[in-house]
């Protein structure tokens, strides 16, 4: 695991999951591959928390799973995101900016 | 939203095995695109798989977390832990039976209370709208209530019912039935329709009117048959022929009162229903809907004054007072009810506190099986969880055997019932009860299941743990929790016994006290004269004397007659005027007691004579009148003189006077009850009585010895007299005592039985608690007797904290007590709730409970040989 990683904060999981579902449907693994290449290697989601997060944005109708084919020609798991799921990315998103313009305000001027 | 996650989860849980399918596929190509991402980067096979695995983590873990996430964990998990319970209180049979016992007997007395409390004080009377129905407190005649009714406007209809015996002659034995005087508006107000035909019309509610009568349920079951074709029928009640002309309900009772016949007072009696000053009609009121009980009690007061001024002689003291018929009926027993359900209440939270001490018991038994779970990853909180399934669920069994003894409780209850609650003749199990032994059940399963689980998670688990590796000899359990329960079950053990001491104590006061005569050895029975064949005071006279005559000629027997038994309930109240005094205003006059005696009656009753003389054979019709009053008369009419040779009279009656000379003074009898005080009473002779309709009395017969078939040997001789009278009321004096006593005697049973329950299972939590630390510290024991210490030493030792927080239970329960008795005091027969005497006894009592508990299992510890015991080390 590369020292430069670091580990998600509690709760933007689920924002980078939707995010990231944003533009296409993915699997699982390529929604982790994904997460780390756009971050530059530098979120390092615990592929183990992934699922449970995938499961719980299913139950709540922010994503509909279905099985597909992979690039590898296998039969996949594939999430796709939802009307609600890409209102939800709305809020969250812009809880996020808010929370992240307000705690870098602190640090600079505090 | 809460609809998707609701039927996601369901899809979930109904798809469940698919599901598990789809979740291992998706986890297992996940793991084999990161192998590949591995080997691509040149990893051999065997280390990309070992990394995938390693950076996946705990596989199981991640599927359970998916699962919970999916919202299927709650309910799957539920059913596994059920099914886990289950399996394991099978295992231990011996635990299980304990733990549903403890609870069946608490949750069984309170649901058979809760059935009596749902069914007299929650259901809903058996009457159309029944919030709308009122009672007056007060009794009334039928002019008044006509007058009323029409003077005010709130009530939608009123009704006054009267009952009397009535002699029902034509088949076989003549019976004795309770005849209902009513009048048309009773039935409207009570909004009952007969079962079959109908009720009295007010157009035949008239002096006059048709002789119809409207039979009970029973009445037509048992007399006529269950006949279909009744109606129109003609049937005999004392010595009238009346048509039948409805059959009420099988369900159907009256507020308060008994009848078999109704009939209409206009027809039946109508000088009677015109008498305005004779108030003798129980009346029950509907109000209009909507309006308030306030505006209708004050409308009710107007008519009052308005009839207290047409009539100032007879209805100056009015004062009708409108009580919501519910209240009347329950006014009487409902503060013993919510004593005895509250009381019941702390044996529960007793069984409670023992099925807790049970639980954290088992848990210690336990601890290896937990710690290895906990060791596999398993989380507190399911552990948890996984307890409190195995809590709830033995508080359910415990609640379901519980209700199979409040069932056979309540039967019990019915037999033990004191007169008030004679009118519930069943107490059923309603939707109600059941709720009630659920929502039960399931706080105690949870509360009381929490508790010690709750507990353990905060280490006492640990604690036993330490003990139970036998490590330390130090390792003394002082679990907080456990002595919190043993000290507040002593406490509650002995609020509840200081109740049940005051009650017993009150109940012997009240046995004790001299009812003014000798209750053994006497047999009564009521007899009737029918108005039509007696109409004239000298044929009732001369029946009675000829009966008398015949049974005091049976050997062994000495038999009189009296209008009024002592504490049956009933006299005759008259007011008196005393001669040479200044009359008293109408209205004011002194009112006493009126009795008819025929035969030696103070002689059979046993009834002292103070002063004066005896009635005698002479002392009869024609000859100067005499009366014989009792103690309370003279202390309050004459205090402090002699009334001997005084002359008195009823108020108002017509002029001149036909004065009674006091010719005695006997001893007080308790005629309203052994816990009433004694009024004043005038005895006069059956044979100058003046009043015609004083056609009914009893007989009191003292046999010297047991005298087999004297009842039937009495019915002959009045039958031999005439075949048409009812010989009724055949009871001894002594079981007229008991049933004056019944409410009270209801009490005691009920809540002495509730004390010895709480007692008992009191003693078992303190023994169970000995018994346990004995147990644990076996070793501990072994070694101090292996270096020398004595019996008592080790007596000592062990027994130490039991007989602390014993003792310190029951300071705290003394304390509770005196807080709490007091809300007994109306059902205390001259004991102060707060008597030390009792308090102390209850207390030394359930002090020695408790050392017994201690000791027996204390004495187990002396056995412990110290070999053994250090070997099991």
């Known amino acids: 695991m590369p020292s430069r990683s670091i580990d998600l904060p509690q709760g933007t999981l689920d924002l980078l999951i939707l995010r990231t579902l944003s533009l296409e449907p993915l699997h699982g693994w390529a929604v982790s591959e994904r997460i780390q290449q756009i971050s530059s290697d530098v979120l390092h989601v615990q592929q183990g928390s992934l699922y449970p997060a995938l499961h719980r944005l299913e139950r709540r109708g922010w994503v509909k799973a279905r099985w597909g084919t992979s690039e590898n020609n296998r039969r996949a798991k594939f999430y796709q995101l939802t009307k609600a799921g890409r209102r939800q990315l709305v809020v969250e998103q812009d809880a996020w900016q808010k929370l992240t313009a307000a705690v870098s305000q602190v640090l600079e001027t505090a | ?873």
């Open chain 2, 1 to 873: 939203m809460l609809l998707h996650d609701l039927l996601f989860r369901l899809r979930s849980l109904m798809r469940r095995s698919a599901a598990e399918d789809e979740l291992d596929n998706e986890l297992r190509f996940h793991l084999e695109r990161q192998t590949d991402k591995y080997v691509k980067s040149g990893t051999s096979e065997a280390e990309a798989v070992r990394r995938a695995r390693l950076e996946f983590g705990g596989l199981d873990q991640v599927k359970d977390e998916c699962r919970e996430a999916r919202g299927v964990s709650f309910v799957e998990s539920l059913v596994q832990d059920l099914h886990y319970a289950a399996r394991t209180l099978l295992h231990s049979p011996a635990f299980t039976a304990c733990a549903v016992l403890t609870l069946a007997l608490g949750i069984g007395a309170n649901t058979a209370i809760f059935s009596v409390v749902n069914r007299v004080l929650l259901n809903p009377l058996p009457y159309r709208n029944s919030q709308e129905l009122l009672a007056a407190r007060k009794n009334d005649s039928l002019p008044n209530l006509e007058d009323i009714q029409r003077q005010t406007k709130s009530f939608a209809s009123s009704g006054g019912i009267n009952i009397e015996p009535m002699d029902f002659t034509g088949k076989g034995e003549p019976v004795r039935v309770h005849g209902a005087y009513v009048d048309a508006g009773l039935f409207v107000t009570l909004g009952i329709q007969p079962m079959l035909g109908r009720w009295i019309s007010a157009d035949e509610d008239v002096k006059g009117g048709p002789r119809n009568a409207v039979v009970s349920y029973s009445f037509w079951r048992d007399f006529m048959g269950a006949d279909p074709n009744v109606l129109g029928k003609a049937i005999r009640l004392s010595d009238n022929s009346y048509a039948v002309i409805g059959v009420m309900p099988r369900d159907f009772t009256l507020p308060k009162e008994l009848a078999d016949v109704f009939v209409s007072l206009w027809v039946a009696y109508p000088d009677a229903a015109a008498e305005r000053d004779v108030h003798f009609m129980h009346t029950y009121w509907r109000l209009k809907p909507g309006v308030p009980l306030a505006q209708a009690q004050a409308e009710i007061a107007q008519a009052d004054h308005r009839l207290a001024e047409a009539f100032p002689d007879t209805e100056k003291e009015r004062g009708t007072l409108l009580i919501p018929l519910h209240e009347w009926l329950v006014g009487d027993v409902r503060s013993a009810l919510l004593i005895l359900f509250g009381a019941v209440g702390l044996v529960l939270l007793i069984a409670c506190a023992n099925f807790a001490m049970l639980l954290m018991a088992r848990a210690v038994a336990r601890q290896r099986e937990l710690m290895i779970r906990a060791s596999l990853g398993a989380r507190n909180s399911r552990l948890i969880r996984q307890r409190l399934t195995e809590s709830t669920l033995l508080a359910l069994v415990g609640g379901a055997v519980g209700l199979v003894a409040a069932k056979a409780g309540t039967t019990l209850l019915l037999a033990l019932r004191p007169a008030e609650l004679h009118r519930f003749d069943a107490i059923p199990m309603d939707p109600r009860v059941f709720m009630f032994v659920f929502a039960i059940s399931l706080l105690t399963g949870l509360l009381f299941g929490l508790l010690p689980a709750w507990s353990a998670s905060r280490g006492d688990i640990a604690e036993a743990l330490r003990e139970n590796a036998r490590s330390t000899a130090t390792g003394v359990s002082r679990s907080p929790l456990r002595s919190f329960l043993v000290t507040g079950e002593l406490a509650l053990a002995l609020i509840l016994l200081a109740g049940a001491g005051l009650l017993i104590k009150g109940f012997l006061r009240l046995r004790s006290v001299d009812p003014g005569f000798n209750p053994a050895n006497i047999i009564t029975m009521y007899l009737q004269l029918p108005g039509t064949r007696y109409p004239q005071i000298p044929l009732q006279t001369n029946f009675r004397r000829e009966l008398l005559a015949r049974i005091n000629s049976f050997p062994g027997v000495e038999a009189a007659m009296i209008t009024d038994l002592p504490l049956a309930g009933n006299y005759v109240g008259h007011r008196v005027v005393i001669d040479g005094q200044p009359t008293p205003a109408v209205g004011t006059e002194p009112e006493v007691q009126t009795l008819s005696v025929m035969g030696n009656y103070f002689g059979v009753m046993q009834i002292p004579i103070r002063s004066g003389r005896d009635f005698r054979a002479m002392d009869r019709e024609q000859q100067p009148r005499v009366a014989i009053v009792n103690e309370a008369f003279v202390r309050q009419l004459f205090p402090g003189q002699n009334p001997i040779g005084t002359r008195i009279d009823w108020a108002r009656s017509d002029e001149p006077h036909e004065w009674m000379t006091i010719i005695g003074v006997v001893g007080d009898v308790k005629h309203s009850g052994l816990n009433q005080p004694v009024d004043p009473a005038v005895y006069a002779p059956f044979s100058q009585n003046d009043e015609a309709w004083r056609k009914f009395m009893t007989l009191v017969i003292r046999t010297r010895v047991p005298v087999a078939g004297l009842v039937e040997d009495v019915k002959k001789q009045v039958w031999s007299l005439d075949r048409q009278i009812p010989v009724s009321g055949i009871q001894s004096m002594d079981d007229l005592l008991a049933v004056s006593v019944a409410q009270e005697r209801f009490n005691m049973l009920l809540l002495g039985s509730f004390a010895a329950l709480a007692v008992a299972l009191a003693g078992v939590g303190i023994y169970g608690m000995v018994a346990y630390r004995v147990n644990q510290r076996t070793h501990e024991i072994g070694v101090y007797i292996a270096l020398g210490a004595q019996h008592r030493h080790v007596l000592r030792l062990v027994m130490k904290d039991g007989v602390k927080l014993g003792l310190l239970g029951i300071v705290l329960g003394l304390a509770g007590a005196i807080a709490l008795t007091r809300v007994m005091v109306s059902l205390l027969f001259e004991v102060n709730p707060t008597d030390p005497a009792t308090l102390i006894g209850v207390a030394l009592l359930l002090a020695a409970v408790a050392m017994l508990a201690c000791y027996i299992p204390a004495r187990r510890a002396l056995s412990i040989d110290p070999m053994t015991a250090l070997r099991r080390e």
